[in-house]
């Protein structure tokens, strides 16, 4: 009986100090290397809604005219080629601009429609362009097209909105929203598309030398060459991953990594895709945990009978 007793006292000690610092210590640790960012869940409160009715005929009108937005970008969902391929577009803008098809479901309409004004605040990178200085960005503004600006804007979201996929894959959503600057090597993605099977050795050191060619550009625009976002997710918490994306500022002051505006929706698929590539094996782990900790539950049991069947009469 004393002996039991004993036991339960030590363990009683193990388990108060690994609580203590469990709860006590290891918070209060993170706290003090990292700093702790709030996040408003993509909510973009800042950028005030004008409250228009977009018009999706003119929005086209807009887009694919005036507006000039086909003519830097392609939107494949109504069959308008990008005017440039990657390796051009990144000689002359510094990246390649993305195709528009799934704009309108993965940004944030709101945030839309402060791009089209002025891409430098939108993105949050006005420290590195300044029209002042004659540093502009390369988005070019929107300056109207003779009408109501505002209500021209909301017509070209609405469109935009219009032809985006009622279902994006993850996929899609990272291609369009990050590809550009990151490159996937899990994903098998570089910055100008997917790296296929080449048949001949001559064909694919040609590429490899688009893709050198095209990451040099992108070093020249962005001061440095975006990080391999392959296994990230297990480097990042989710958390950091959230607010970094919503805004890089608040983690990284002065970075040149625009914040991309991304709709909640299109946060989800771009985390679900770094998941995908980073940590393939995360759903089989998490169907395996019930049966492990059964496992324990009944090794416990069957261990405590040996136990006490062993100790029977040595007293
Ligand atoms: C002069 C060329 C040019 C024109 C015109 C232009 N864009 Fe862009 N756009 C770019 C470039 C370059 C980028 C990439 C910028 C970067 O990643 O730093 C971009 C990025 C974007 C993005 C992605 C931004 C993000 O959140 O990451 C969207 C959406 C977009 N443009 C929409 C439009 C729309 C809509 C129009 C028409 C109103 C338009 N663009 C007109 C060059 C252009
Ligand atoms: C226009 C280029 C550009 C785009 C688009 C872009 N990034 Fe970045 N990203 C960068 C640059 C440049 C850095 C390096 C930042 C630094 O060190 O200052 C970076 C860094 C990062 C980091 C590393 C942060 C850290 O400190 O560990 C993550 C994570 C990241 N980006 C995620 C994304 C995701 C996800 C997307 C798409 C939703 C995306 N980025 C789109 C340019 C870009």
Redesign the pocket.
Same mark, same amino acid.
């Given at each position: 009986m004393n002996k039991i007793n004993k036991e339960l006292q030590i363990l009683g000690v193990v388990a108060f100090f690994t609580l203590f610092l469990y709860w006590g210590v290891e918070p209060f640790a993170h706290s003090q290397m990292h700093k702790h960012v709030e996040g408003e869940g993509f909510a973009y409160s800042e950028f005030k809604a004008s409250g228009k009715k977009g018009n999706v005929e003119n929005g086209k009108v807009? %887009?694919t005219g005036a507006?000039?937005?086909?003519?830097? #970008?392609g939107i494949k969902a109504i069959n308008s080629p990008a005017p440039m391929d990657a390796s051009m577009?990144g000689a002359s /803008?510094? +990246?390649? !601009? =993305?195709d528009?098809s799934t704009?309108g479901a993965? /940004?944030n309409a709101k $945030?839309?429609a402060e &791009?089209?004004k002025n =891409?430098a605040h939108? &993105?949050k %990178?006005e420290h590195k362009f300044d029209p002042a200085k004659g540093k502009m #960005? !390369?988005?070019?503004q $929107?300056y109207g097209a003779g009408g109501d600006m505002d209500q021209e804007?909301a017509d070209? +979201?609405a469109f &935009?909105k219009s032809i985006a996929p009622k279902e994006m894959t993850n996929k899609e959503a990272y291609v369009d929203?990050c590809s550009?600057?990151h490159a996937n090597r899990y994903g098998k993605l570089t910055q100008i598309g997917e790296t296929t099977k080449f048949k001949y050795k001559k064909d694919e050191l040609a590429h490899q030398i688009k893709v050198l060619d095209y990451q040099d550009s992108l070093k020249k /625009?962005m001061g440095k060459l975006p990080p391999d976002l392959s296994i990230i997710i297990r480097a990042r918490s989710e958390h950091f991953l959230e607010t970094f994306i919503e805004n890089p500022q608040s983690q990284l002051v002065g970075t040149s990594m !625009?914040? %991309?505006? &991304?709709s909640h929706e299109g946060f989800e698929k771009v985390i679900a895709y770094l998941g995908e590539t980073g940590d393939p094996s995360k759903p089989a782990r998490g169907e395996l945990g019930p049966w492990v900790i059964i496992f324990f539950v009944v090794f416990s049991g069957l261990a405590f009978l040996w136990k006490k069947e062993k100790w029977r009469g040595h007293h």
């Open positions: 807009l %887009v507006g000039a937005c086909t003519g830097c #970008h577009s /803008y510094g +990246v390649n !601009p =993305p528009l704009a993965l /940004y $945030f839309l &791009l089209i =891409p939108a &993105l %990178v #960005h !390369p988005m070019a $929107f804007i070209m +979201v &935009l929203a550009r600057c /625009y !625009p914040a %991309v505006g &991304l």
